[in-house]
């Protein structure tokens, strides 16, 4: 039904959010910057913080700095690297160009106005400037 796909895509919404903010959200931050109300975010952190795909980080006295991606996120990230057929194909690819150019080549493909970087294979060269 369309209301579960709603609640997938805030849920994936909330896990990207999260690693791109490179540090912990609050519940405020994370609301405004995904137009979220509070408390149907707070529904789906629970939901993500029960299956570990979020955590809240403490402080050094046990406040809470925010919420941050849990270990099962990064267990799939690391899973879909490690495991992927599409970037061991491209590796392959990139080993050749390595060898043929001597240089470190890297495959990106573009999100947007943002480059990612999907795989690199380093030279063996040295550096020549």
Not at 3 to 27: K, N
């Amino acid at each position: 039904p369309p209301a579960d796909d709603a609640r997938v895509l805030r849920a994936l919404a909330v896990l990207e959010a999260l690693a791109s903010a490179g540090q912990p959200s609050t519940l405020s931050q994370l609301a405004a910057r995904l137009h979220i109300p509070k408390a149907t975010l707070l529904r789906l952190i629970e939901s993500l913080e029960t299956r570990g795909y979020v955590i809240h980080m403490p402080d050094s006295r046990g406040h809470d700095r925010g919420i941050a991606l849990g270990p099962r996120a990064a267990q799939l990230a690391l899973a879909t690297l490690s495991n992927n057929a599409f970037t061991r194909g491209c590796r392959t690819v990139l080993r050749t160009l390595v060898d043929v150019l001597g240089e470190t080549c890297n495959l990106t493909a573009l999100d947007g106005d943002t480059v990612l970087y999907v795989e690199r294979v380093e030279t063996t060269e040295p550096l020549r400037l």
